[in-house]
């Protein structure tokens, strides 16, 4: 598993209790899980479909290492030791 950098933003620094912190994980998909499984229902709130959650909201921003990350490539995205992986939930308002 690879050591990673994990930067957040918003609603997500309430949940985990700091912009930044590191964490251990192979994959994009595997780090949400990891931090869904971890934060329960507020970073499910902040990361998933609000409709249908069994997939991640549409507006929901991951770039790992400054490069964008699709949803349908978050399995297939491999991360390595020393990545910055930066989490953007959803904004609203008006």
């Known amino acids: 598993m690879a050591r990673i950098k994990l930067r957040v933003f ?3 620094i309430d949940v985990l209790g700091a912009h930044e912190t590191e964490i ?3 994959t994009v998909e595997d780090l949400l899980n990891t931090i869904l499984q971890k934060y329960g229902e507020r ?3 902040a990361i998933m479909n609000i409709n249908n ?3 991640f909201h549409e507006h929901f921003l ?3 290492n400054n490069s964008y ?3 349908e490539s978050y399995s297939k ?3 390595n030791d020393g990545d910055v992986v930066l ?3 959803p904004v609203g308002g008006g």
């Open 43 to 45: 970073a499910e709130r």
């Open 87 to 89: 989490l953007i939930p």
């Open 10 to 12: 918003y609603e997500l």
């Open 53 to 55: 959650r069994k997939e």
């Open 62 to 64: 991951v770039y790992v």
């Open 24 to 26: 251990n994980a192979d």
């Open 69 to 71: 990350v699709k949803r």
């Open 77 to 79: 995205v491999k991360l």
